[in-house]
Nanobody, 127 residues
Framework: QVQLVESGGGLVQAGGSLRLSCAAS????????MGWFRQAPGKEREFVST????????RYADSVKGRFTISKDNAKNTVYLQMNGLVPEDTAVYYC????????????????????WGRGTQVTVST
C-alpha cells in the first residue's frame, strides 16, 4: 500500500512560481511510476507530468512543457513539481498519483493506470 500527501499549493499571481511536493509512504517508493494530474472546476482530470521509478524518464503535457519540471528524491520518498510562469489556466486541484506497475509511453499519461492517489492541493493563479 502507498499513501500520498501533496503540499505546496496556494494563491499566486500570473507569472509566479510554486513548487508542489508529494510525500509517499508505504512500499518501495523507488520503483513507482509517479504522476501529477490536475482538475479544474467543471473539467475532467487531465495529465500534467510523469516520472519513471528511477527518475530518468519524464513526460509533460504540451500545455506545461517548458514551464513545469518534475523531479524525484528517492531518499526522501518525495516527488516534486516545480511550476514556473504560471497562468490563470493552471488554476486547478493538483493530484499526485503512483503505480507499482512501470508505465511506458501514453499509458504513463493516463489516470486510469495509476493505483494510488493523494487528496490534492489547490493551486490558484490570479491575473
Amino acid at each position: 500500500q502507498v499513501q500520498l500527501v501533496e503540499s505546496g499549493g496556494g494563491l499566486v499571481q500570473a507569472g509566479g512560481s510554486l513548487r508542489l511536493s508529494c510525500a509517499a509512504s508505504g512500499r518501495t517508493f523507488m520503483w513507482h511510476t509517479m504522476g501529477w494530474f490536475r482538475q479544474a472546476p467543471g473539467k475532467e482530470r487531465e495529465f500534467v507530468s510523469t516520472i519513471s521509478g528511477g527518475g530518468s524518464v519524464t513526460r509533460y503535457a504540451d500545455s506545461v512543457k517548458g514551464r513545469f519540471t518534475i523531479s524525484k528524491d528517492n531518499a526522501k520518498n518525495t516527488v516534486y513539481l516545480q511550476m514556473n510562469g504560471l497562468v490563470p489556466e493552471d488554476t486547478a486541484v493538483y493530484y499526485c498519483a503512483a503505480t507499482e506497475t512501470p508505465l511506458i509511453g501514453i499509458r504513463a499519461m493516463a489516470a486510469r493506470y495509476y493505483e494510488y492517489w493523494g487528496r490534492g492541493t489547490q493551486v490558484t493563479v490570479s491575473t
